[in-house]
């Protein structure tokens, strides 16, 4: 017999409130005024915390803006799950993972921007987020094929194609240049998707 689970003591209780605010102020700060013009300082300043404890819960600047994209990666996540439910047709599902991909570029479009320059400077910066990205959409196109709603495409080029066209046109360039923010975008590309997979 295993025993029931005991609830967080005192300590723990406060560690997490503690790494909770320097969390919520990383978030505010980054968005406000951009990753490469917050300091650590700042941070622990908002969080009403010392520097020293900050770095006991994350190693520097660039692990807080992992975990604040990670938090924000798994809200929209749960959003589209919340979105979806199991007899849920396979394109509306692409169509509404693609909605959802769109919301969150367009909220965390600044913090991006840093990423790319992060990961362009310095390679040990990985955001293992684009991997997981056409992993899942591959997933999803992959399930309509065998379920017979989709044309059998090549899954991956697909789905890297869908992304791509997304983010393109979410940030306004190449050939979505001055159309970033314009909503007819969203459709355009759940259009694409539709002529592409549908049989």
Known sequence: MT?????????????????AAILDAANRLFHEQGFEDTSIQQIAELA????GTLYGYFASKEDLLREVLRVSRD??????????????PAIDRV?????????????????LVSVFRLAARNQSFEDDYAEWLQRSFAELIESGIRSGEFRPVPADAAARMLITTMMTASLGIGAWAGRAGDPTAMVEIQQLARALLLR
């Open 48 to 51: 009403d915390t010392g520097v």
């Open 75 to 88: 809200d929209a996540v749960a959003r589209y799950r919340a979105a979806v439910a199991g007899d849920t």
């Open 3 to 19: 025993a029931a689970p005991t609830a967080p003591g005192r300590l723990e209780r406060r560690k997490a409130r503690t790494r």
């Open 95 to 111: 169509c509404t993972a693609l909605g959802t991909m769109a919301e969150y570029l367009e909220a965390h479009r600044r913090l």
